[in-house]
């Protein structure tokens, strides 16, 4: 029978996914595979960043900052995440780019989980 519990390392199993760790993308057969949401785990170091506009059609995002500064970018407003705990959420159709400002852990939490829904908009 499969097992029912799942752990590990939130970065490590996430590397060949780009963080993501639990979503659409995991084998049928994996407890974290699920179309109700995905979760990334990200260390940024400083500088690293989205340079160009990107867009979820219909995914709504929250990401919380676990340490470090960063910086989120939408066409009419910025939210800087700086203290642990900070969040910011946005809905469907909300261009953004993003750049850490310090080394930074983000929590990103994603819903619902559906391949090809991230699409990259051009230059900010």
């Known amino acids: 029978m499969e097992s029912k519990i799942v752990?590990?390392?939130a970065q490590k199993e996430g590397t060949m996914r780009g963080g993501w760790f639990i979503g659409h993308f995991m084998p049928d057969n994996d407890p974290r595979s699920t179309s109700d949401l995905e979760v990334k785990w990200a260390?940024?170091?400083a500088g690293d960043g989205r340079?160009?506009?990107a867009m979820n059609a219909e995914a709504t995002t929250l990401s919380i900052l676990i340490s470090g500064r960063f910086r989120v970018q939408f066409p009419e407003s910025?939210?800087?995440l700086s203290n642990q705990?900070?969040?910011v959420l946005w809905c469907p159709g909300i261009l953004h780019t993003w750049v850490a400002e310090s080394d930074s852990t983000i929590l990103?939490?994603?819903w619902p989980s559906k391949s090809g829904d991230s699409v990259g908009m051009g230059k900010s």
């Open 85 to 87: 705990g900070d969040y």
């Open 78 to 80: 910025e939210i800087v």
């Open 51 to 53: 340079r160009e506009w």
């Open 43 to 45: 260390v940024h170091p």
């Open 7 to 9: 752990f590990g390392n």
């Open 108 to 110: 990103t939490v994603r």
